[in-house]
């Protein structure tokens, strides 16, 4: 959760009454409990993208994966008053260990089909057609709103609830 984009993000989709699953981040958790409870209070699932997004997971222990994943859900359970659903590994790099602790966990591996890597900072019309592009019946949009300015993540998703349900496609959570 980030304090600038994150409320933005959750404006539009009240306004467009679009739930959506939130892959947080346990530090950022801890320094914004309070958006990870509006989150959940507007009904949107959460999901467990570890403590650090620590890209290089596959080269830990077990043990640093299982307390990764252990501190992060015990901070979205504090925040939200439920614990995440889901776990999305950070980079998309499915450690074995981090896989195995998951599921030891209780927590359902989230991945993604439509990456408009918006991580990039690609302007807004270049989001919008990488998403159109990939979106589709069961589709998981990856788009994101933390780690600097998300202005034209925020400005695609506006353009983008409106076009996907134009194509008759529905939101839903997994």
């Known amino acids: 959760p980030d304090p600038r984009w994150t409320p933005a993000v959750l404006e539009l989709l009240r306004t467009h009454q679009v739930r959506a699953t939130f892959c947080v981040v346990g530090q950022h958790v801890s320094r914004h409990p309070e958006l990870v409870r509006r989150i959940a209070a507007d009904g949107h699932a959460l999901c467990n993208h570890s403590w650090s997004h620590d890209e290089a997971m596959h080269r830990r222990s077990a043990a640093s994966v299982s307390a990764e994943l252990a501190r992060t ?38 991945g993604w089909s439509a990456d408009p890597y918006d ?13 159109l592009a990939g979106a589709g019946p069961g589709a998981i949009i990856l788009l994101h709103d933390g780690y600097g300015s998300r202005a034209h993540t925020v400005a695609a998703l506006r353009t983008l609830l409106t076009a996907l349900p134009a194509r008759q496609l529905r939101f839903t959570t997994p």
């Open 73 to 110: 859900t015990r901070a979205i359970t504090a925040a939200a008053g439920r614990p995440p659903q889901f776990y999305r590994a950070p980079g998309g790099n499915w450690a074995p260990a981090a896989v195995a602790e998951a599921g030891r966990q209780r927590l359902r591996l989230l």
């Open 119 to 131: 991580w990039r900072r690609p302007p807004a019309a270049e989001i919008t057609r990488r998403v």
